[in-house]
């Protein structure tokens, strides 16, 4: 089914080459010592055995177990019949009798059975585990694609930029860690040629439907699952919110059912995604029928009509990051049918928000004194992102962390009540001196990479991919789909952490994906919100 759009169909070069590593040039997280490759990281498998979730386990395998015990039982049904078949039906007659007349005086073995069974479809279906069937990330044809140069080009085209908002511009694309083949649309592409930008509601449409139709088709098709059969449709799109939604748009070129519950978030910034993922994930176990469901969820941002047209700083950066991208994934909670040919099994996903005005105000879309439309990146971005991603890391940790690196997490905190205790009584008790020679214990912070072999944080700059490399001592490996991403795509906000996931299964050779791997999805949005989902390669 080829999407209806006013634009060529997108598709890849056959001589595209393979995405090749680039260091930051603005690397603030030099790590002392020697490097380390993934092998480091192996945990010895006598270790791993406390951390195995064994609901998980059984949950995956129960189905099988399930069919083994009632071929046994049908083999022992079957061995007793052709043996002594009077006896099997006398005894049958005699379970049929208990049942309807004396339920209580059924016989130990039928009794045992039946717990068996019931036992094992309780613990099985209390986990209700989500799999991932598949996902597609957009690609954009050659003709959406920028050099850094054509970028201030266009920028020059507006005519509403001053050389100092052009030179500033200019200075943030060269540090911003972006390549010089990233995708905008034609809308706002076609100035180039002469033709003024069109930042209409149509246009943004026209560039909503090509990504969006794009993705979905592509994921339908990996999933090997037809319109018709998805229960759950939810697509967010932060900044582009047009009546009929963009669900109704999707619902109606893919003719899917008309029962199919659709769900459009707006103005969640860029860890919608994993918002998005939490909400289906909640709905597909909430669901009553035995057979579960299936969800598909679209991330994507429309870069058409949010270019901003005024020159202060704190909006300009909005220009320089973005670019046009999107990802689609299928879900399913159908453990029969489509738990055996499923890409990665969901974990957890963990939402922090914060609720102080500093945090409602660093990611703010408003006008500037020119009555300019924008979004504004206010300067403390980087403390709030900081103390919400600390926050949510604790919260994950217990569910990820090896129960060695959660033993040093409570021993450092009760060490540190036990010093600042001493220290108060030492003082009150007029010993300065000894409280001033009790030791300071600082925080531990827990080894990550000793429960989590892969790391997909969004590409939202060189800055948060550099940060958060020093803060949880990444090493260059951990981080370099989000490298990769952001050179080959840019900032493609909430879907950003897709394309990062298929570099890692697709393309990365420094610590390669295999069976039993964890990864963990970081994403950052306004609110200001840290989201984090871990996913388990099956």
Known sequence: MA???????????????PLRRVDSETDVSEVEGTRRDYRYYRVRKSNLIGMINWTHVLST?????????LLVLSHQIFSAIRLNPELVFSELKKV???????????????KTSLLSFLAVWIVARHDNPVYLLSFSTFKAPSDWKVSHAQILDMMRAQNCFSEGSIDFMRRILARSGTGQATAWPPAIVQCLHGTPADRSVEGSRKEAQ????????EALRKAGVSPKEIDILII????????????????????????????????MGCSASLISIDLAATLLQARRSARGGRALVVSTEIITPNLYHGNDKGFLIQNTLFRCGGAAMVLSNRWI????????????????????????????????????????????????AGKCMEKN????????????????????????IVVKFLYRTANNMGHEKLAAKLPTIRPFVPDFKRGIDHFCIHAGGRAVIDGIEKNMRLEPFHTEASRMTLLNYGNTSSSSVW????????????????????????????????????????
């Open 96 to 110: 049929y009798s208990d049942v309807v007349h004396e339920p209580i005086l059924l016989t130990t073995g039928v």
């Open 3 to 17: 999407p209806r759009a006013a634009y060529p169909a997108p598709h890849i070069d056959a001589d595209a080459r």
């Open 61 to 69: 395998f129960y189905p099988y177990f399930l069919l083994l015990l």
């Open 393 to 416: 890391m604790t919260t994950l940790g217990p569910y990820v962390l090896a129960f060695s690196e959660q033993a040093k997490v409570v021993v450092t905190l009760l060490a540190r």
């Open 236 to 267: 967010n799109c932060s900044l582009f919110s047009p009546t009929p939604s963009l669900c109704a748009m999707v619902v109606e070129h893919f003719k899917m059912r008309q029962d199919v519950k659709t769900y459009n978030l707006s103005g």
């Open 210 to 217: 090509v990504v969006i139709c794009t993705i979905v088709e």
């Open 499 to 538: 394309y990062e996931l298929e570099y890692i299964q697709n393309q990365q050779k420094s610590n390669p994906l295999k069976k039993g791997h964890r990864i963990m999805q970081v994403a950052f949005g306004s609110g200001f919100k840290c989201n984090s989902t871990v996913w388990l390669k099956l």
């Open 337 to 384: 049918t489509d738990a055996h040919r499923a890409s990665y099994k969901h974990i957890r996903t963990v939402r922090v928000q914060g609720n102080d005005i500093g945090s409602y105000n660093c990611v703010y879309e408003t006008q500037d004194e020119s009555g300019m439309h924008g979004v504004r990146l206010g300067k403390d971005i980087v403390k709030v």
